[in-house]
């Protein structure tokens, strides 16, 4: 089985900073991409940042700037730095994996449970 869990959500002030932390556990021959995703009160999914095997990383327009994604491929992990937070910014945030359990497999989408991000103005 793969697991991926994440930590590091709570609670921020306008301003300040959080970082969030992924990591895929369990049997797997490989990760491809990871990534960030969020979904605030009302509103659909969205893609926030991701980052391929080798480190390059996309982001959305909003957070261009003040969130950055890097991650450790020794460790199996993906973190998000986030800066400068804003009100905006309240949402659940969820960890995306693409993982190929075997060699012959192409990646599939597994996602963590989500951490709550809530920034106060």
């Known amino acids: 089985q793969v697991h991926v869990v994440e930590s590091g959500g709570g609670l921020a002030q306008a301003g300040g900073s959080l970082r969030l932390s992924c990591a895929a556990s369990?049997?797997?021959?490989?990760?491809?991409?990871m990534g960030w995703y969020r979904r605030a009160p009302g509103k659909q999914r969205e893609l926030v940042a991701t980052i391929t095997g080798g480190s390059s990383a996309n982001y959305a327009d909003s957070v261009k700037g003040r969130f950055t994604i890097y991650r450790d491929n020794a460790k199996n992990s993906v973190y998000l730095q986030m800066n400068s937070l804003k009100p905006e910014d309240t949402a659940v945030y969820f960890c995306?994996?693409?993982?190929?359990?075997?060699?012959?497999?192409?990646?599939?989408?597994?996602w963590g449970q989500g951490t709550q991000v809530t920034v106060s103005s």
């Open positions: 369990g049997s797997f021959f490989s990760i491809n991409a």
């Open positions: 995306n994996a693409k993982i190929s359990r075997y060699y012959y497999e192409m990646p599939t989408d597994y």
